[in-house]
């Protein structure tokens, strides 16, 4: 009986621990795959600042360019089919930027990530500021490669119950892409830490493996 309550307590930690790790993405349609679009030519749709046909998401400051597979620019998404590059078809700046409203637990701490996109064809490096809740960082990419992407993170604290994310171009010529964003909580005001929830699977290990041993 020791050896089972001592399992029990063992699995119950590793469920707590499994729990405390696995995180949602909070961003809803975070690699561009779905939403109204319509093939403008080359695979491509070209949504305007304002636009919000592309699902959870709203383009801002200048023209898009949401880009399919079957693109002639020899340009692959990083993830799924579907991806974004924020010149549109023009060179250099205005640059557009994506925007999406979140809620979030004021005083915890989240991560930001996405994926940078860079062509040597298309002028190499161009850049790209993310910015959430007073937290503001660019990113620039390699300066070779013809279909690159740079997976980027940043952690910002939330200061409300909602907080917008922008990812919004910086400087290029005529590429900057954009997929496979996500942002995820990493830990809430008074939350433990996931090592001590680890400290505390090992315990459980150990109390096991005591109980075990133990003459009955």
Do not use: C, K
Not at 108 to 128: I, K, N, R, V
Not at 169 to 190: F, H, K, M, Q, R
Request: hydrophobic share 40%; glycine share 10%; aromatic share 8%.
């Amino acid at each position: 009986m020791r050896l089972r309550a001592a399992l029990r307590v063992a699995l119950l930690s590793g469920a707590l621990a499994a729990g405390a790790s696995a995180q949602a993405n909070l961003l809803t349609n975070p690699s561009f795959e779905s939403g109204a679009f319509v093939n403008q030519g080359n695979d491509t749709m070209s949504p305007p600042a304002g636009s919000t046909v592309i699902t959870g998401w709203t383009v801002v400051t200048d023209a898009t360019a949401w880009i399919g597979p079957t693109n002639p620019f020899n340009l692959t998404a990083s993830d799924g089919s579907f991806f974004l590059d924020l010149t549109n078809y023009q060179a250099g700046a205005p640059f557009a930027g994506m925007s999406q409203t979140i809620s979030t637990i004021p005083g915890a701490t989240y991560s930001l990530s996405f994926d940078l996109g860079s062509s040597t064809q298309w002028g190499a490096p161009d850049s790209l500021t993310a910015s959430a809740a007073g937290t503001s960082q660019t990113f620039t990419s390699p300066t070779t490669g013809i279909d690159i992407w740079t997976h980027e993170v940043m952690q910002f604290v939330a200061s409300s119950a909602t907080t917008t994310v922008l990812l919004q171009g910086a400087s290029g010529i005529n590429y900057i892409g954009l997929d496979n964003t996500d942002v995820e909580l990493i830990s809430s005001p008074g939350q433990v830490p996931e090592p001590s929830t680890l400290f505390l699977l090992g315990v459980g290990l150990t109390g096991a493996a005591l109980a075990w041993r133990r003459p009955q």
